[in-house]
């Protein structure tokens, strides 16, 4: 069956450009971002390789390990690591697995036959430091994602995981939230979001974000 949010992402062994990867202990106590590309020396996963690499820091002050995917053997992956660094200004700095047996794809439903019975879709999960499944974005092979939207999702899952408040329509972090609906008692309230509160409904409450 398919994975889903909430559910443990499964665990494996593989190859990868960094060497041989057990997943759940290489995740150790971070998030993690898990992410496919159809396949080796093709222009759009170039591009996508090469900004996540400029990105790398954005990733580690959120505490997120990064790891992509590509059904290409080893030996590939390491020519067109070559590639990457020379076309897109920045060098590979996190690992890309060599899934050529597609082990790690098929258990994460990457492949998605009616699309292409032999290559990935673009899949993102984002895993969560227990292991659980947080988020899962699916894009087509020819559509290349939009990284900084990944970031954006991930200071949302870390901001609500921690304070009673969900985030509006294109929220980006230092603005206004939402008090969950489910927070009704007024003294409560009070104490978690000192700085108030504005009812524009009964169930849609905005409130200054409260980290800020
Ligand atoms: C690409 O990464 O450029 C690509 C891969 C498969 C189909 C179309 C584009």
């Known amino acids: 069956m398919a994975l889903r949010i909430g559910d443990i992402a499964p665990d494996f ?16 106590n971070s998030w993690g971002i898990l992410f496919s590309h159809p396949r080796d020396f093709t222009p759009v996963c170039t591009t996508e390789l090469g900004e996540v690499s400029k990105l790398k820091g954005e990733f580690d002050k959120r505490g997120v390990k990064v790891i992509g995917l590509s059904v290409d053997p080893l030996s590939d992956h390491v020519k067109w690591v070559g590639d990457i660094g020379e076309t897109q200004g920045c060098a590979l700095n996190f ?24 290559f ?21 092979a020819s559509t290349g994602r939009n990284f900084v939207e990944i970031l954006r999702t991930i200071d949302s899952l870390q901001l609500t995981d921690n304070y009673k408040v969900a985030t509006p329509v294109n929220w980006k972090d230092g603005q206004d939230v ?5 927070l009704k008692d007024e003294d409560e309230i009070k104490r978690l979001f000192p700085k108030g509160y504005k009812a524009v ?12």
């Open 178 to 182: 939402i008090i969950v609906p489910s």
């Open 13 to 28: 062994t593989q190859e990868s450009t960094e060497g041989t990867i057990s997943f759940h202990k290489w995740l150790g």
């Open 95 to 118: 690992p890309l697995l060599a899934d050529a047996d597609k082990k790690v794809s098929n258990l994460y439903d990457m492949i998605h036959p009616n699309a292409n019975d032999t």
């Open 120 to 140: 990935t879709v673009r899949s993102v999960f984002v895993i969560d430091p227990n292991k659980k499944v947080r988020l899962i974005i699916t894009y087509p």
């Open 201 to 212: 409904k009964p169930y849609l409450r905005i409130t200054p974000q409260p980290n800020k």
